[in-house]
Structures are given as C-alpha cells and as structure tokens.
Nanobody, 124 residues
Framework: QVQLVESGGRLVQDGGSLRLSCAVS????????MAWFRQAPGKEREFVAA????????YYGDSVKGRFTISRETALNTAYLQMNSLTPEDTAVYYC?????????????????WGQGTQVTVSS
C-alpha cells in the first residue's frame, strides 16, 4: 500500500507563489508516475501536472503551463508542485496522485493512490 501526504497549501495573495509537497511512503517511489490534480467547489477534478518515473518528462494542464513546475526528489520520496503567478482561479483543493506504471496519464481514473488534499486559496 502507498500512502501520500500533501502539505504546503494556504491562503496567498493574487500573484503570489506556493510550493506544495507530496511525501510518499510504503513502496519504491521511483516505480510511480506522480501527478497533481485540483478540484474547485462545484467543478470536476482537473489535471494540473504529471512527471515520469525518471523525472525526465513533465506534462501540464493548459491553464497552468508556464506558471507551475512539477518535480520529484527520489532521495526524499517526495514530489513537488511549484506554483507561481497564482490567480483566484487557481483556488482549489490540490491532490497528489501516484500511478504504478511507466506511462504518464492525465486522467484521474488511471491513478490508484491519492493523498487527502491540501487547500490552496488565492485572494484577489
């Protein structure tokens, strides 16, 4: 079983930055594709970013391209999401997810393991 614990969410002003962390335990971190999704009230869960097992390949949702950066640190069993130039439209609960596969996916149904989520609120 894999456990994922997100941290770093908080209230931030429009134009600010945040870094979210996702600590992974229970299995070999390098075997998992990692991703971030978000869900705002009344909306479906949205793909934000994903990173391959090696960290060499990253993928982003259109709404965050050029502003967010996903990364991973194998020695710490941790994935990160650096978020810059935040806007109120980025307000959501952010979820970390893991997929035991060599193939990166952007569909939430293809991820087996999820964290509990961390709230990010951007004030205008």
């Amino acid at each position: 079983q894999v456990q994922l614990v997100e941290s770093g969410g908080r209230l931030v002003q429009d134009g600010g930055s945040l870094r979210l962390s996702c600590a992974v335990s229970g299995r070999t971190f390098s075997n998992y594709v990692m991703a971030w999704f978000r869900q705002a009230p009344g909306k479906e869960r949205e793909f934000v970013a994903a990173i391959s097992r090696s960290g060499d390949n990253t993928y982003y949702g259109d709404s965050v391209k050029g502003r967010f950066t996903i990364s991973r640190e194998t020695a710490l069993n941790t994935a990160y999401l650096q978020m810059n130039s935040l806007t109120p439209e980025d307000t959501a609960v952010y979820y970390c997810a893991a997929r035991l596969s060599a193939v990166v996916a952007i569909t939430p149904q293809l991820y087996m393991y999820w964290g509990q989520g961390t709230q990010v609120t951007v004030s205008s």
